[in-house]
């Protein structure tokens, strides 16, 4: 009998019709039983008259599985397996803990320190080869990246495939058209038919990323699109994600980003932000592993006060977090209190120079905003848009990944290690009835680890009246730019005051002092 | 027959009664009429029987005048002068044009640079001394100063005198009392008996700003008191404020702002939000000459949205301009828009490095909300915070004035000059439907003289596609931190693209070309 460890795939497969349009026509299912408990769990469709069905398991033990199906050749086939402890690398999926974080299933922490790459997995292969490596040998655990391929400045290449059968038109509509980029008239795909070697390459890298322990935030829809993947209508929408689910739920390392800047979409005939709903719960109740779920924004609170009535309302229960653009970091605690959620600032300006800005940031900028968010709590997503020269055929790390070239991402690096070995995990904001000026400061819950950052602001001496009153610290200053540590204080309390570097970025790591 | 020039101070004395309490007891105003109109104008008691009317006519010509007293040796005494055309520097006061612009009451364009020392005029003499070289030598048209002496951290010495009969307690409380650093019982002034010896000295000081160019922001109530200036009852307030409004509304460079962090004075028995309304109405029917009157914030919008409710409505009619403490820069649009009024920032943190989150911003950043705010048409104040060392006694120039050590004034006075040089005058924001990230740009109403700044963001190439489609400019580039300003282009127009350097802190300066 087959064994697999726990939050590892269970994949079978049955040979099926091969007629008709089986996407549409076949219906599987089959249903997982362990301990009494069953999970009904929806296969798809493979190709060549293979019909898939996998599963996620989460309990150790015996497993057995019996399928249902609309077609009596798939009826009643059954099965069983065993399930044994996780072990190594594999700590499950990445979960909710404690309101406002994040840990894996098994507990271990996990604090996301994410990047941006969005159609990598569509490029040429050596580039596709080049982001695998630059993975391998930076420090991020979690990447955003697209389900379809991307259209747009700079990522005008077509891919060798697509998600559909089908072809994109021979003249599609230049960056200028007022209809996004393609008419509805000019498709050329039916999506009633999917293409599963595209499917069967996406899931590939995403194991690839497993490998690395890095998560997939993989973007389901986008507007970013010349082919009218995001203009296929309801009924369309729903059954990609009944398949997209089916195929990849059974990915421990994959999040449901629902779209990437939805409130973009909500003209001509893509899709509006009343249907949102409708596709979060497709996706939460088609999902029998209840992957991480959200949904990310362009329109910025409170700065687009005029433009963010298409708000996507985060407090629906299948929101598991919050994955927002947003530049303005003292909203991070806000949307805590308000949604009592995690919250990823899921696109903070990319390091770059590229034309626009959001993708001309400095790196200072990049690794400020990292530093003031987990300090509150919060979390960060980078990118990067350099460009070597205006139009370059250069793959952009944003939208192509390939390379990184910055200066950001190292300090990135260094700060989740060092936060890693400062056990500044699972962090909440302290001393933040204070304006966005002041510190940002946050605590692990048992107040024995604590981070004072202090971004561009240069006191020649200061206090930190907030600490709890009774508690001693031993403290470490950090400069979050030169990436340095040294012994600052062997004890600070809520009264000391201190004198400091007049230096930028620098910040506080405080450990208590055990009695 | 006396003249004196349009704008200037008339000023005429008579002999009164010097017992009981002349300042409760005796009323003296004077008609000014010229040309048939009437101006109706309060005089005061300047001490030892004197009692003195001051006006700033504002037409040439012919005036006289005749006074009114509830005393009859102060009635119906009358007398006449020539007003003469305003000649050299003395373009008028400062008033507000095209709605959401300054020029002088001549027409000449004023653009407010202003800086901040909040009790300069009640240092020591060799530091008032400093205070007013320091502003011949740098390039600051308006000051925050206030009447009242201060009381805060670093504000501990007593002035030589204070502003009513009376002393300070024998024993204040320290920095940390709950009751605002003195006990109402403790209060040993008479505030219906003033000194004017401190109007004198405060006067003299205003002429020697006047001198120089440089507009009063005179602050007429603040929270950082422990002698009960900021507690002394409505009755006394309305008294104090006819009685400052009688002596200095013949100043043309004076501005009013009511107070200083109103929304700190909400506690105790110090002045509510209510109050203000009364509080603003009498300073504007008072005053003649209808100066300038604003009233200045502590707590900032969006960020602390749960704190501003006791938020002042500047759209009274009495407010003729904005004047905020504020960080969020896109907010000015929003004020203009909103009020339709000037808007100043007339704090956005100090160049500094003193403990207090708005006292430690780099000289960066003090630099970049200028250049944000002005490319906006909208106006900022500076302010400087630098310790030798903490505790030190030198002075700060924030609140006493003396000497400037950082690096921010500099480059203000660059802009100043750079601007005027430039014709960047009454400028409205161009291109702002576009988020935080985006290019600060502002136009002249004529479109001829166009300012982009690009902050932090570090494009490599760039085009600006909001200007006029038919009109092409001379481009210059600045840097606003290194001070330089060099050719870019001869002709740009909306569909140029150009190359940028990779460096913070750049701007264009456009042109029109004429045909």
Same mark, same amino acid.
């Given at each position: 009998m087959e064994t697999i460890q726990q939050w590892k795939r269970f994949e079978v497969t049955f040979n099926g019709p091969i007629d008709g349009n089986p996407y549409t026509d076949v219906d599987i299912f089959a249903d997982f039983v362990n301990n009494n408990h069953t999970h009904h769990v929806r296969g798809f469709y493979a190709g060549n008259g293979k019909y898939t069905v996998r599963y996620m398991p989460q309990e150790t033990g015996h497993w057995n599985y019996k399928t249902s199906s609309n077609v009596s050749e798939l009826n009643n086939l059954q099965g069983e397996f065993n399930?044994? @402890?996780? *072990?190594?690398?594999?700590?499950? /999926?990445?979960?909710?803990?404690? *309101?406002? %974080?994040?840990? +894996?299933?098994? &507990?271990? %922490? +996990? *604090? /996301?320190? &994410?990047? *941006?790459? =969005? @159609? #990598?997995a569509w490029q040429p292969k050596d580039v596709q080869k080049d982001t695998l490596e630059t993975l391998r040998n930076t420090n991020f655990n979690k990447i955003r990246m697209t389900v379809f391929p991307k259209y747009y400045n700079y990522n005008t290449q077509e891919p060798s495939m697509y998600p559909f059968k089908g072809s994109h038109p021979q003249s599609h509509h230049p960056y200028t058209t007022d209809d996004w980029w393609i008419k509805k008239e000019d498709i050329k795909f039916d999506f009633t038919q999917f293409n599963p070697k595209w499917f069967e390459h996406l899931e590939k890298q995403i194991d690839a990323l497993d490998e690395m322990g890095i998560e997939a935030d993989l973007i389901l829809f986008h507007p970013y699109d010349h082919w009218g993947f995001a203009r296929m209508g309801m009924e369309n929408n729903k059954r990609y994600l009944k398949y997209i689910v089916a195929r990849l739920a059974s990915?421990?390392?994959? #999040? #449901? %980003?629902?779209?990437?800047? +939805?409130? !973009?979409?909500?003209? =001509?005939?893509?899709?509006? !932000?009343g249907d949102w709903d409708e596709l979060c719960e497709t996706v939460h109740f088609e999902d029998p592993s209840q992957h991480l779920l959200s949904i990310h924004n362009y329109y910025n609170p409170p700065i687009h006060h005029l433009k963010t009535s298409n708000w996507y309302d985060y407090s629906k229960p299948w929101i598991t977090h919050i994955s927002i653009q947003n530049y303005s970091y003292y909203m991070a605690v806000q949307w805590q209190k308000e949604y009592q959620k995690p919250v990823i600032f899921d696109e903070i300006r990319y390091e770059g120079n590229i034309e626009m800005g959001w993708g001309n940031r400095s790196a200072e900028g990049e690794v400020d905003g990292f530093w003031k968010l987990m300090a509150h709590g919060a979390y960060a997503t980078h990118g990067e848009t350099l460009l070597d020269k205006p139009q370059t055929n250069r793959p952009i790390w944003w939208a192509h990944g390939g390379k990184l070239y910055g200066e950001s991402y190292k300090r990135i690096g260094f700060m989740r290690k060092l936060f890693e070995k400062n056990n500044l995990t699972d962090i909440v904001p302290i001393g933040i009835d204070t304006p966005d000026w002041e510190l940002y400061a946050g605590a692990t819950r048992d107040d024995k680890h604590i981070v004072i950052y202090f971004g561009t %602001?240069? /006191?020649r001496f200061e206090n930190i009246p907030f600490l709890l009153q009774d508690k001693k610290y031993k403290a470490e200053l950090v400069n979050a730019w030169s990436m340095t540590q040294k012994p600052f204080k062997d004890e600070i309390d809520s009264t000391t005051w201190f004198e400091l570097p007049r230096e930028k970025y620098q910040a506080l790591i405080l450990t208590l002092k055990e009695d």
């Open positions: 399930v044994s @402890a996780a *072990t190594g690398n594999n700590h499950g /999926p990445v979960i909710v803990k404690n *309101t406002t %974080s994040f840990s +894996y299933a098994d &507990g271990t %922490s +996990y *604090t /996301p320190v &994410g990047t *941006t790459a =969005y @159609a #990598w990915f421990k390392n994959v #999040w #449901w %980003s629902m779209a990437n800047e +939805y409130d !973009l979409m909500d003209d =001509y005939d893509q899709i509006k !932000l %602001s240069q /006191p």
